[in-house]
């Protein structure tokens, strides 16, 4: 089991940059497929980007558009999200998800266990 607790959230400007951080509790913090993604109000939750548990293979959203980089710390059980050219659009809650073993799945159903989200802003 992996709990996990997301930070980096807050308002930026149009063409700016966050990064978001996802600390994870655990040892086998390694054998956990991490992803990113967020939810926009009215709007379903949807995948962002998503690495292996080695960081060897990182796949992203097509929306992202090479604006985003998602990382991993195995030393440090921590997932993070660079975030550049911030869009209006890109205004949202955004998640840490995790799933145990060597699976790569790019939706919400694949994965079960969550943080709590942190809020990111973008004003135009």
């Known amino acids: 089991q992996v709990q996990l607790v997301e930070s980096g959230g807050g308002l930026v400007q149009a063409g700016g940059s966050l990064r978001l951080s996802c600390a994870a509790s655990?040892?086998?913090?390694?054998?956990?497929?991490m992803a990113w993604f967020r939810q926009a109000p009215g709007n379903e939750r949807e995948f962002v980007a998503g690495?292996?548990?080695?960081?060897?293979?990182?796949d992203y959203a097509d929306s992202i558009e090479g604006r985003f980089t998602i990382s991993r710390d195995n030393i440090k059980n921590t997932l993070y999200l660079q975030m550049n050219s911030l869009k209006p659009e890109d205004t949202a809650v955004y998640y840490c998800?995790?799933?145990?073993?060597?699976?790569?799945?790019?939706?919400?159903?694949?994965?079960?266990?969550w943080g709590p989200g942190t809020q990111v802003t973008v004003s135009s």
């Open positions: 998800a995790a799933v145990f073993g060597p699976f790569s799945p790019v939706v919400r159903s694949g994965y079960l266990y």
């Open positions: 690495i292996v548990g080695s960081g060897a293979n990182t």
């Open positions: 655990g040892r086998t913090f390694s054998s956990y497929r």
